[in-house]
């Protein structure tokens, strides 16, 4: 075995990753989640009374997913077995169902542990079932994804949905005094890099540590500054997936923000997404539907803008053509705002819906032949521009329907001006018999 090591270039007795030297040894000392695992803690609790229930734990990776479910089942005196979903099939989650049934039969508890349990499909996801159902396994269940949207009902309602936060700055402070303990010495950067190098590790403890074991390893003759440390260590993506629900988190917090009048943090947002590989033209539609949305008439060239910066990016492409995008996006947040249009048009559909196939009132008909001239098609119709003030004042709804308004203009912007032609007109059916 030890010649297999060496031509693979180790020793048998080959140094951990400092992440793993480091992992915590009781539920007391994961940092950034004593929301869960604190004395008050929902999960602090079952391992205080020794008894466990079945959860799903739900957080971005590095939070500590995995060692509270081994620290867990250390406390309250389960077996722990631990499986992937990844290289998991049905022949290994069979041989882990039968392990736990032998290990009740002999009066030992089962924590079963499966990593990315989002992954397993339906089916899959409903083999677990009966076997949480009879106690014969407690299942923890850890997954980066929304388990609402990747788990199925049933599973959801035999578990227990505990969200894990991501590391905050003195979490991972907290890990690198750590390490720093471990190593016996400071870590080899400056005051500034420090704080640089917490920003890298964007709230994944294990990635901050595995930084840190790079940085330990060098071992610089002196502290590193920000553009030293930049050289030796790469800054990886911010977590962004375009097919799960970070993609539909951060295009609702763009949205959100332009509807909330705030050009910086809609700003924000756009570069979030596009740093992270959004496809712009994504982008360019929402940006569209925000125009209608949220701005509607009381800017109406703000519909015009959002589909021009959309042909701005499809001729320039990028990233000449992302400056469009946030060009358009500053147009939007601060533009005047109003749903009114939206809402109207809700409403509308509404009673469009109710009053099912109702026939527009006859004076408004055409009379293109004899016969529906002889049934009044056309009759008393009177010509808008031919009227005084051209305005008529008649009525368009159908006969058996009662007048009803759908639209009503804010009074932000060019609705102010709408609102005011609208009032003068209601005035003008009213006076006229409409």
Do not use: C
């Amino acid at each position: 075995m030890a010649d297999l090591f060496e031509a693979a270039g180790l020793t048998p007795h080959a140094p951990s990753p400092l992440a793993d030297r480091l992992r915590p040894q009781s539920l007391g000392e994961v940092v950034g989640q004593d929301h869960l695992l604190g004395p008050e803690g929902p999960i602090g609790r079952m391992a205080a009374a020794g008894r466990l229930s079945s959860m799903i734990l739900w957080g971005p990776p590095g939070t500590g997913k995995t060692t509270i479910a081994r620290l867990l089942a250390k406390a309250a005196g389960y077996e722990f077995q631990q499986l992937s979903a990844v290289f998991t099939g049905v022949a290994d989650l069979k041989r882990a169902f039968e392990a736990a049934r032998m290990r009740r039969a002999a009066g030992q508890s089962t924590l079963l542990f499966v990593d990315e349990i989002h992954r397993f499909n339906r089916a899959q996801q409903d083999g677990f079932l009966p076997f949480v159902e009879e106690g014969i396994v407690t299942l923890v269940g850890a997954t980066t994804e929304n388990p609402s949207f990747e788990l199925n009902g049933a599973l959801l309602s035999r578990s227990q949905v505990y969200v894990l936060k991501r590391l905050d700055e003195a979490a991972l402070e907290t890990l690198l005094a750590k390490a720093e303990a471990f190593e016996g010495k400071a870590m080899p950067v400056d005051t500034d890099a420090r704080n640089a190098l917490i920003d890298l590790a964007d709230g994944d403890g294990r990635y901050l540590l595995t930084l840190a074991e790079t940085l330990f390893n060098i071992a610089p003759p002196k502290p590193l500054s920000v553009a030293q440390m930049s050289q030796v260590l790469q800054k990886r993506s911010p977590a962004y997936d375009k097919d799960r629900e970070e993609h539909y988190n951060v295009i609702s917090a763009l949205h959100k923000s332009i509807r909330g009048s705030d050009p910086d943090a809609a700003l924000y947002w756009l570069a979030r997404m596009l740093q992270g590989g959004e496809d712009p033209l994504f982008i360019a539609r929402r940006l569209v539907r925000a125009a209608a949305e949220d701005i509607g008439e009381a800017d109406p060239m703000s519909l015009v803008l959002a589909n021009a910066a959309k042909e701005t990016y499809d001729f320039l492409g990028s990233p000449e053509g992302e400056i469009a995008l946030a060009q358009v996006v500053i147009h939007l947040a601060a533009a005047p705002k109003s749903n009114a249009v939206y809402t109207a048009f809700k409403a509308a559909q509404k009673a469009a819906r109710e009053t099912g196939s109702l026939a527009p009132p006859k004076h408004i008909l055409n009379a293109p032949t004899r016969l529906m001239k002889d049934l009044d098609y056309g009759k008393g119709y009177a010509y808008d521009h031919d009227a005084e003030d051209n305005f008529s004042g008649q009525n368009y709804f159908p006969d058996e329907m009662a007048r009803r308004s759908f639209y009503q203009p804010k009074g932000e912007g060019n609705e102010a001006r709408i609102k005011d032609r609208l009032e003068r007109w209601a005035a003008l059916r009213k006076a006229r018999g409409g």
